[in-house]
């Protein structure tokens, strides 16, 4: 990695620890700089402001999620797969970055303005993503055909997101990766025919 994206990479790293500890308000690109060990005037070389470093985290994040997400959807076939898959990494992503999704979940996602920044803007290849798994599934005649396929995208990433929140307001006192079978269930026998390419069959009524 180049000298300059090795300490841009650094500085968001250095920020993300200082915001979630401190949240926004109460951080300062000192103590950024300081975690960084970079010169606060080098800060300024990649970002205007706290606030433009703040909400520059999710897109520099969201590249690494969607760089390693198709690295592990290579070579799985079948979109009921992919959708397992793409569950199990959002889980593990959060798992292994908490102080990110305490940035993320909540302190971002709850500002009035997130959706006019860059970074909701970011999230636009990740949900492309998964609306491409959807479609692949209605063509593979295992997920329905009648279902909104962008009403389905928010459930999952709406159920995903919610499955973290509480995890990070419980202290991250359990396994996140726990609720991996049980939301997979939840969205498969949700969308899916009656059975998918694996023979899941789905819940019937008053299960």
Known sequence: MPDKNLKK???????????????????????????????????????KNKEDLFFSIP???????CRELEL??????????????????YLYFFKMNPEYGRTLMLEMRVNKGFAKTKSYS?????????????????EEGVIRKDVNI??????????????????LLKGEQYD????????NKLIIHGIGLTTDL????????GQ
């Not at 962008?150 to 995890?167: A, K, N, P, S, Y």
């Not at 694996?198 to 009524?205: I, P």
């Open 59 to 65: 897109v520099e994040k969201t590249k690494d999620f």
């Open 9 to 47: 990479q650094l500085i968001i790293e250095a920020a993300i620890d200082v915001f979630s500890k401190n949240n926004f308000q109460n951080s300062t690109i000192s103590q950024i700089a300081q975690k960084a060990e970079v010169a606060e005037g080098t800060i300024y070389q990649y970002f």
């Open 122 to 138: 970011s999230f636009k290849n990740l949900t492309d993503r998964i609306l491409e798994i959807i479609k692949e599934g209605q």
């Open 176 to 183: 996140l990766l726990e609720h991996c079978d049980e939301v």
């Open 198 to 205: 694996n023979g899941l069959k789905r819940w019937r009524e």
């Open 150 to 167: 962008f009403i389905t995208r928010q459930l999952i990433l709406g159920i995903l997101e919610h499955v973290v929140t509480r995890w």
């Open 72 to 89: 592990h959807l290579q070579g799985i076939t079948g979109a009921f797969n992919k959708i397992r898959k793409f569950i199990w990494y």
